[in-house]
């Protein structure tokens, strides 16, 4: 329970939230372009891929791995500075940043002439698109009311997966445009709409509340919190005004504590969330899903699909991450983070044991007469996949990612986490081509045996944050002492039925040290 009760539903903040989670679009688009345009049979022609005979180039895979991992290259960089930017100039400047960087790359990309050219502007774009998936859990959260936070900031999920589905769409019907420049160009192209778009939100949404408070811009800050959180039938503003009070005294403490990447990882508690962080990061990427994203049309070929059918496989396999991110954002506020991620982590695992089986026993290779029950079954299990990992990864991800970390660190902190998925994904995928050229389906034991043991992991050190205010989240790790005011005291599971809400007030004395008061509210 908290001081003030819950956060009654306003359409505004709710609005302005899903509006910068529409950013996810700007990264997944780009992300899963790529996917449908190695499946293009003009564009392979293009880069010199294949012969005139239909077949491979013997240095087609090394290059079609470097055109793919390089995004992830430069979202390693593209990370790290949008981190730099967003604590310094503020949450929609780094929003701004991703979308500058996104339009050059993609424009690049789209002009292409050759392998080099496109090898370049895929890590340009790679820094900017990835950038997105830093900032927008940040900025949403912090725009977010505790008890909502899951749905609001599940929106990220759920616009990941749109952006994804955007992309095999277009990837599948530019498959039947008759020129074979627009066959893979336009598609390109489209990428650009998404971060114009983007700039056009931001002349209009406002800034994190809680970043303009640690700059010292209170009033400000006060404006846009009263706004958000004002009860919108009756235009009440106590529960705003009470969110307003522990963000104000939770801020002036956050500015005082020491906001570098070196204290990140020296302090305990604070190197506690980073390793918890990284490790979620890794353990989600170490299913396999960017792999399969990227070469699902090589995976379908693989199981004798012919090129059409390839590209329309993966657009069904996409578009079943949408309605399984929908029902996560509606259930992690009352079921928790932990149990989706559980859920989402073991049952990638047991998809990957089951698919691994049926394509070595079916599918390798595909006999003259294959057993097509096995084979539609293959595709069922890649599809089931997909629900486990939307539901349980992707929204209880990006809502975990955004609330983990202090003020003065959550920039940091989920640019950390961003980048271990980039660099994950990177090595994933800059093996995938030859992985599945030369070791075929045992490729999938790596995701296995990854994530078996990543789900203990995450089942004995990841804690529950639902309902948890973000100024109150320090006591999950044992930082009690840095949480200035709480109108809920969580014990270590984040439970706060039956424990008396307090009030902590921070003063100092003379010699500057710190005088803590507290007392029941």
Not at 135 to 143: A, G, I
Not at 249 to 259: G, I
């Amino acid at each position: 329970m908290t001081v003030e009760g819950e956060h009654k539903w306003n359409w505004q903040n709710f609005v302005i939230t899903f509006a910068i989670s529409l950013g996810q679009w700007a990264f997944a688009y780009p992300s899963a372009i790529i996917g449908s345009t190695m499946g293009q049979p003009s564009f392979l022609r293009y880069m010199e891929f294949i012969e005139e005979d239909g077949t491979m180039t013997d240095i087609s895979v090394n290059l079609q791995g470097a055109m793919t991992g390089v995004f992830q290259a430069g979202a390693f960089f593209g990370i790290l500075l949008v981190s730099w930017v967003m604590d310094r100039y503020g949450r929609k400047a780094g929003m701004i940043f991703c979308a500058i960087l996104s339009i050059v790359g993609g424009s690049i990309t789209t002009a292409s002439n050759g392998v080099a050219m496109f090898i370049v502007s895929r890590f340009i774009s790679g820094g900017g698109s990835w950038g997105f998936l830093a900032v927008t859990p940040v900025y949403t959260s912090e725009l977010s009311p505790p008890n909502l936070r899951g749905l609001f900031v599940g929106m990220n999920g759920v616009n990941i997966a749109v952006g994804y589905a955007l992309a095999s769409y277009m990837g599948l019907a530019f498959f039947y445009v008759s020129d074979p420049a627009a066959q893979w160009r336009c598609p390109l192209g489209i990428a650009l709409v998404f971060p114009v778009g983007i700039l056009l939100i931001m002349a209009v949404v406002p800034e994190s509340p809680r970043w303009l408070l640690m700059k010292g811009r209170t009033e400000d800050a006060r404006k846009i919190t009263l706004k958000l959180h004002k009860e919108a039938d009756t235009g009440a503003t106590e529960y705003a005004e009470a969110q307003f009070e522990q963000m104000y005294l939770q801020a002036e403490v956050d500015r005082t504590l020491n906001p570098t990447w070196r204290e990140m990882f020296l302090r305990p508690s604070y190197r506690k969330r980073a390793i918890v962080a990284i490790a979620f990061a890794f353990i989600g990427h170490s299913t396999g899903v960017t792999v399969i994203n990227n070469y699902g049309p090589t995976l379908y070929k693989a199981l004798g699909y012919d090129s059409e059918y390839q590209l329309i496989l993966q657009t069904g396999w996409i578009t079943m991450a949408i309605p399984a991110n929908i029902l996560g954002v509606f259930v992690t506020d009352s079921w928790g983070r932990k149990p989706l991620i559980l859920l989402g982590v073991l049952g990638c695992c047991a998809c990957l044991i089951i698919e691994a089986a049926l394509v070595a026993v079916y599918a390798s290779p595909v006999p003259e007469a294959p057993n097509l029950v096995a084979i539609r079954a293959a595709v069922a299990i890649l599809y089931l996949f997909m629900i486990f990992y939307s539901l349980g990864i992707d929204v209880a991800g990006m809502v975990f990612f955004g609330e983990l970390f202090p003020n003065h660190l959550r920039a940091k902190g989920m640019g950390l986490a961003a980048v271990t998925i980039a660099l994950s994904d990177f090595v994933y995928l800059q093996c995938g081509a030859i992985a599945y050229r030369d070791i075929g389906w045992k490729y999938y034991l790596v995701f296995v045996i990854v994530t078996l043991i990543g789900a203990i992991y995450l089942m004995v050190y990841v804690p529950e944050t639902r309902g948890i205010p973000l100024e109150e989240m320090s006591a999950l790790f044992g930082d009690v002492d840095e949480i200035a005011n709480f109108r809920s005291s969580p014990n270590r599971n984040g439970d706060t039925d039956g424990i008396e809400p307090t009030v902590t007030y921070r003063k100092t004395d003379e010699d500057g040290d710190v005088i803590t008061t507290t007392h029941v509210a």
